[in-house]
């Protein structure tokens, strides 16, 4: 059963009817296979495929975490809860992208797990076989555009970060919501949180996402 939070079927309906999701992305010139890269499942590592579930199943739930919805803004729609997840992902890919080749292979089966889920979300909802490859290719473009311009803009500034993260959350707006400086924060806050943690941790199934602060309660002391 998938365990994406924002409602996979709707999700998946969302990228059937034209994906108004993919609408901000620059796409990097150097995407890898998609056909290798999105579906390694052929390659049965039962250890590793129990670890990545464990922590895509961790993602999910920081990226459900209410405070994110209350107080920094984010849509509480198919589309805000699927960003945070995408948010949350690349973070976690970014970290250990650096690191050994087991760590890398563990990042892999975690991608690989987010887009079977959301194969069989497709599939659910009656997308034919043909077509359901089309789709998660156009999904993992957007995922990787989302590397791509996360990447490049917090190598340059935070205002870049804040820019690149409000054209994905909120597409329809001229400027972002003042809380997208506070979204920033958090990213650059997990670079350190998770840069200072051991990979095995990691390894061991456990991700350490820094806690979003209230900005409620900061606002009121």
Same mark, same amino acid.
């Given at each position: 059963?998938?365990?994406?939070?924002? /409602?996979?079927?709707?999700?998946?309906?969302?990228?059937?009817?034209?994906?108004?999701?993919?609408?901000?992305?620059?796409?990097?010139?150097?995407?890898?296979?998609?056909?290798?890269?999105?579906?390694?499942?052929?390659?049965?590592?039962?250890?590793?495929? %129990?670890?990545?579930?464990?922590?895509?199943?961790?993602?999910?739930?920081?990226?459900?975490?209410?405070?994110?919805?209350?107080?920094?803004?984010?849509?509480?729609?198919?589309?805000?809860?699927?960003?945070?997840?995408?948010?949350?992902?690349?973070?976690?890919?970014?970290?250990?992208?650096?690191?050994?080749?087991?760590?890398?292979?563990?990042?892999?089966?975690?991608?690989?797990?987010?887009?079977?889920?959301?194969?069989?979300?497709?599939?659910?909802?009656?997308?034919?076989?043909?077509?359901?490859?089309?789709?998660?290719?156009?999904?993992?473009?957007?995922?990787?555009?989302?590397? %791509?311009?996360?990447?490049?803009?917090?190598?340059?500034?935070?205002?870049?970060?804040?820019?690149?993260?409000?054209?994905?959350?909120?597409?329809?707006? %001229?400027?972002?919501?003042?809380?997208?400086?506070?979204?920033?924060?958090?990213?650059? %806050?997990?670079?350190?949180?998770?840069?200072?943690?051991?990979?095995?941790?990691?390894?061991?199934?456990?991700?350490?996402?820094?806690?979003?602060? /209230?900005?409620?309660?900061?606002?009121?002391?």
């Amino acid at each position: 059963m998938p365990v994406l939070a924002v /409602s996979p079927l709707n999700v998946a309906k969302k990228w059937q009817s034209g994906s108004d999701m993919a609408k901000w992305v620059i796409l990097p010139a150097d995407l890898r296979d998609q056909a290798t890269m999105i579906f390694n499942l052929f390659k049965k590592d039962s250890k590793r495929d %129990e670890l990545a579930d464990r922590l895509y199943r961790q993602l999910v739930d920081q990226a459900r975490l209410p405070v994110f919805y209350t107080d920094y803004a984010i849509p509480d729609t198919i589309n805000g809860r699927f960003e945070m997840i995408l948010l949350h992902a690349y973070m976690l890919f970014r970290r250990l992208r650096d690191e050994d080749e087991a760590a890398k292979d563990l990042g892999q089966a975690v991608f690989d797990r987010f887009f079977k889920d959301m194969d069989h979300s497709l599939r659910e909802i009656g997308i034919g076989d043909l077509s359901v490859p089309k789709k998660i290719k156009k999904m993992a473009q957007a995922f990787y555009g989302r590397i %791509e311009a996360y990447d490049t803009a917090r190598e340059e500034s935070k205002e870049q970060l804040i820019g690149a993260l409000g054209r994905n959350f909120f597409p329809e707006e %001229e400027s972002p919501p003042s809380e997208v400086s506070a979204l920033a924060d958090y990213v650059f %806050e997990n670079d350190t949180v998770l840069g200072n943690v051991n990979v095995d941790v990691i390894k061991q199934g456990q991700i350490p996402f820094a806690h979003p602060l /209230s900005l409620t309660a900061k606002s009121e002391s």
